[in-house]
């Protein structure tokens, strides 16, 4: 039996009405975690650093600034949980009627498909983010992952999870369900973007569980190496950063693409400053490192994003950032910016 969920979808998308999200109907709703104030505390930075930003990533300039600049209080939403009928999973999309969510990129683009015969009902927690970036899938849907524990099957359509997906997965205790076609009778999802007061307690229970029965030795900092991994953000002179950190503070160095997740548990859980380019490497060392603990980030000036300075915010840490010289495909930062900024973490 074939279902035209995506010709309907495609032809809404084309006469310009857009395509509603399945949260919009939702058979009921409840509330997980209360809302509330959160003080936003400004960026370590030297003077003049923010003046060298001239293109921001993932928000405009505006709304990156203010995050950078802080100061203010934020009004967080609570965290929801909402629950769907008849749902079919189908390469990546979910399909109710007349709505639709995409947590990954399509890999068939027609515009029917076969309904699925297997029938459950299930919760699901990943996002759109999460599939795309390993920082969103560690910061935010492992988190989200904590809410669906409790309930009854869960859910991804992550067949394969991929680097150090897997043993993140087993220290954390997540059994999902692997599927990639499936119909739910019913299915709950999660609105779990507030940083509210409930998340920071979930990345606390997070990191509680990735360093259970751990002796980590406390270090002045850990620099954490993006080489040219991931998206182009390429500091030239990243490596003589690192090795400076190294003789004159004592920092660690840590390259996640040799390094294991019980390597980079045993640096970071209790590391003073985790360093490096921005990026979802520094995830691991958000993931570990423990309250009060500052998250240093340099930056290209073309793309300056604010996004780790918001999980940082979120668990009590601090964060400073030095904005390089050059652009994504090129930038190096000062060794004196480097030390003087220090300075404002001790």
Request: glycine residues 8%; charged residues 25%.
């Amino acid at each position: 039996m074939l279902s035209l969920r995506p010709l309907q979808a495609y032809g809404q998308r084309l006469m310009g009405s857009g395509q509603p999200d399945l949260a919009e109907g939702a058979r009921d709703q409840w509330q997980l975690a209360p809302g509330g104030k959160r003080h936003v505390p400004p960026a370590l930075h030297l003077p003049g650093q923010l003046e060298r930003i001239r293109g921001t990533e993932f928000a405009p300039p505006e709304i990156v600034m203010k995050a950078l600049r802080g100061g203010y209080d934020s009004l967080d939403r609570p965290t929801t949980a909402f629950r769907v009928e008849n749902v079919d999973l189908v390469d990546g999309v979910l399909y109710a009627k007349g709505r639709q969510r995409h947590l990954r990129a399509r890999r068939s683009r027609s515009l029917t498909y076969r309904v699925p015969r297997e029938v459950i009902s299930a919760t699901m927690y990943e996002s759109w983010l999460g599939n795309r970036w390993f920082g969103n899938w560690l910061s935010d849907d492992c988190l989200t992952y904590l809410l669906a524990e409790p309930g009854s099957t869960t859910v991804t359509s992550l067949l394969t999870p991929t680097g150090h997906m897997p043993r993140y997965e087993s220290l954390l205790g997540m059994t999902p369900l692997r599927k990639d076609t499936i119909h739910f009778r019913e299915l709950v999802l999660f609105d779990d973007m507030p940083n509210n007061d409930g998340k920071t307690q979930r990345a606390a229970e997070m990191r509680r569980r990735l360093l259970a029965g751990r002796s980590c030795s406390p270090l002045p900092g850990v620099f954490i190496l993006r080489g040219k991994s991931g998206d182009a953000r390429v500091m030239e002179n990243e490596r003589q950063i690192a090795e400076q950190l190294a003789q004159t503070y004592g920092f660690r160095l840590l390259d996640p693409m040799t390094a294991s997740v019980d390597q980079i548990a045993d640096l970071c859980g209790e590391a003073a400053i985790i360093a490096g380019v921005e990026g979802s490497h520094l995830a691991h060392g958000l993931a570990m490192m423990p309250p009060g603990a500052a998250l240093l980030v340099f930056q290209p000036p073309d793309r300056t994003v604010a996004a780790l300075k918001t999980l940082t915010d979120r668990q009590n840490q601090r964060y400073a950032l030095v904005v390089g010289e050059g652009a994504t495909t090129g930038f190096t930062v000062s060794w004196d910016d480097v030390r003087r900024t220090l300075d404002l973490l001790t």
